[in-house]
């Protein structure tokens, strides 16, 4: 079976510049999450979706950074304009809630952005 | 509010020595436990899970954790090292409801770099 694909796996780029990373959950997936990896804040989340509806986004860090799900196999999360500290390898992961689910996460290779 | 802690960044063994991970947790009710692990330019993966029942957890490659609800630590171990264990390891929490189903959201803790000397 297909993992969580992600794309694309490295990034680099101007300051200034228009940053989009995708990402496919695994099929049946109803949850979404983005997750930020740096040196020094570790894991974050940045947002996460439920049947492609934002629940949380409090993790967002600024108006610069915003995330869609049009539909239950694809979701962007774009950067706009980028800066050299968003430069981050960001995960996405999935996960099915059924009942009695223990919430598991299952994530991408990551897209590693370098923004210069 | 559900928190992770994960004491020391980086842990060093050498080969064929246990391994020991430690990890507490800040939950109001008992969570569901994960540890994740991490390889060099790779996304995480599980390694093993606590749910409920048994409190010593059996996962991939030798790992085993243990559920300590007193002392609120869910701490992982490998009685011995392998060169190929080096990596980065998560300890994670997801809050549950009282039915328990998760919420589907999990919280990580820092992240401790596992070094295996030869």
């Known amino acids: 079976d297909a993992g969580v694909i992600q794309s694309p796996r490295h990034e680099v780029t101007e300051m200034g510049q228009e940053v989009t990373l995708r990402c496919k959950p695994i099929?049946?997936?109803?949850?979404l999450f983005w997750y930020r990896q740096t040196m020094m804040r570790g894991l974050e989340l940045l947002i996460y979706?439920?049947?492609?509806?934002?629940?949380?986004d409090s993790g967002m860090p600024e108006d610069r950074f915003s995330a869609k799900m049009p539909n239950a196999s694809f979701s962007t999360l774009k950067i706009q304009p980028s800066e050299p500290r968003d430069s981050a390898v960001y995960f996405c992961?999935?996960?099915?809630?059924?009942?009695?689910?223990?919430?598991?996460?299952?994530f991408g290779e990551g897209s590693r952005l370098t923004v210069l | 509010a559900q928190s992770v802690t994960q004491l020391g960044s980086h842990v060093s063994v050498s080969e064929g020595a246990l391994v020991l991970l430690r990890c507490n947790y800040s939950?109001?009710?008992?969570?569901?436990l994960f540890w994740y692990v991490q390889y060099p330019n790779q996304g995480l993966q599980l390694l093993l899970k606590?749910?409920?029942?048994?409190?010593l957890v059996k996962g991939i490659n030798g790992f085993e954790a243990e559920f300590k609800k007193s002392e609120t630590s869910f701490h992982l171990t490998k009685p011995s090292a392998h060169m190929s264990d080096a990596a980065e390891y998560f300890c994670?929490?997801?809050?549950?409801?009282?039915?328990?189903?998760?919420?589907?959201?999990?919280?990580f803790g820092q992240g401790t770099i596992l070094t295996v000397h030869p």
């Open positions: 606590y749910t409920t029942g048994a409190t």
């Open positions: 994670a929490v997801s809050a549950r409801d009282a039915g328990g189903t998760s919420y589907g959201k999990l919280t």
């Open positions: 099929s049946g997936h109803d949850y």
């Open positions: 939950s109001s009710v008992p969570p569901y």
């Open positions: 992961a999935s996960s099915f809630r059924a009942p009695r689910d223990t919430g598991e996460l299952f």
């Open positions: 979706f439920n049947n492609n509806v934002p629940i949380d």
